[in-house]
Nanobody
Framework: QVQLVESGGGLVQAGGSLRLSCAAS????????MNWYRQPPGKQRELVAL???????NYADSVKGRFTISRDNAKSTVYLQMNSLKPEDTAVYYC??????????WGKGTLVTVSS
């Protein structure tokens, strides 16, 4: 089992920045891919960014150039640096990890609200 705890959400004005963190505990040696998802109000959950154990990253088109995902394996933590935030970035942001058997674990989410 892997447990995930997100932090760093909050209220920010458009154009501002936030940094989300997700700390993993438990069977951290089994963690392969670390992801950030988000679910805007009334919409489906969507993948925002991922980072593999080897450091490869991928981003949703809507956040490319504005968001940066990174991970600190020594701290078992994944980060999402969000810059130039827009009102449409308002969502609950969820941390997700896949282990090497592709079992998925989820955090409880952290709310990001971007005011115009």
């Amino acid at each position: 089992q892997v447990q995930l705890v997100e932090s760093g959400g909050g209220l920010v004005q458009a154009g501002g920045s936030l940094r989300l963190s997700c700390a993993a505990s438990g069977r951290i040696a089994s963690i392969n891919i670390m992801n950030w998802y988000r679910q805007p109000p009334g919409k489906q959950r969507e993948l925002v960014a991922l980072i593999t154990s080897g450091g490869r990253t991928n981003y949703a088109d809507s956040v490319k150039g504005r968001f940066t995902i990174s991970r600190d394996n020594a701290k078992s933590t994944v980060y999402l640096q969000m810059n130039s935030l827009k009102p449409e970035d308002t969502a609950v942001y969820y941390c997700n990890v896949l282990d090497y058997k592709l079992v998925a674990y989820w955090g409880k989410g952290t709310l990001v609200t971007v005011s115009s």
